[in-house]
């Protein structure tokens, strides 16, 4: 059964820091891995989607990594704001599955 | 454009009602999912529809959970005789293919917040 890990559960940095988010997982049988981003009250947003060919994935500010061999993700924040406070989540899809796995989160306070 | 839309946001049951939750998902998108997440926790998978098949509910917690969605757009999770465990929020996610390519991200609701007393 595929488990999902973040560390830290919960992170607060001032403004302007880098930082960085993991996310390990137990069956490297996996599709694809995406990144989502919740704020209070609210659906997820996808952030970034990683195929398991992929390596890593850029938008803008942030960036994931995938490496499926050792089960670990990493989602890297560049010049953290305010507004990327926010609950972070790693889930990722098995292979000949549809549904997403998640982890439980790290919360993320950035202040200004 | 419209996004994944969810109905009512907000409900209160009493233990032993039963609950009617709504998903509207994205004008043509196949596939179409429901989570559950507990306070804290992440969400949890608990069916998936292709168009109107329901091709997957392994992760319906009970028999008192029933899913459907009989046109291929819209679908209804009902819950019957609720329980205090069933408080969550329910999500709703849709996507526009199976697999391949960024058509497969999943699009969330914005949920609906239950508790029951």
Redesign the interface.
Same mark, same amino acid.
């Given at each position: 059964k595929q488990e $999902?890990t973040q560390i830290p559960a919960a992170l607060s940095v001032p403004e302007g820091e880098n930082l960085v988010l993991n996310c390990s997982f137990t069956d490297s049988a996996i599709?694809?891995l /995406?990144w !989502?981003r919740q704020d209070p009250? %609210? #659906? &997820?947003?996808?952030l970034l &989607?990683i195929q398991s060919s992929q390596r890593e994935q850029t938008s803008g500010r942030l960036n994931a990594s995938l490496d499926k061999s050792s089960g670990r993700s990493t989602l890297y924040i560049a010049a953290s704001q305010p507004g990327d406070s926010a609950t972070y989540?790693c889930?990722v899809k098995n292979t000949g !599955? /549809? %549904?997403? $796995? !998640? #982890?439980? #989160?790290t919360r993320l306070l950035v202040s200004p | 454009g419209a996004g994944v839309s969810q109905s009512p946001r907000y409900k209160v049951a009493k233990r032993g009602q039963d609950v009617a939750l709504r998903c509207d998902p994205i004008s043509g998108h196949v596939s179409l999912f429901w989570y559950q997440q507990a306070l804290g926790q992440g969400p949890e998978f608990l069916t998936y529809f292709q168009n109107e098949a329901q091709l997957d509910k392994s992760g319906l917690p009970s028999d008192r959970f029933f899913a459907e969605r009989p046109e291929g757009s819209v679908s209804t999770l009902k819950i019957q005789r609720t329980q205090q465990e069933d408080s969550a929020v329910y999500l709703c996610a849709s996507s526009l293919v199976l697999a391949g390519g960024p058509g497969e991200t999943q699009y969330f609701g914005p949920g609906t917040r239950l508790l029951v007393l």
């Open positions: $999902v599709y694809n /995406q !989502f009250g %609210k #659906g &997820l947003t996808s &989607l989540l889930a !599955f /549809q %549904k997403l $796995v !998640f #982890g439980t #989160g | -």
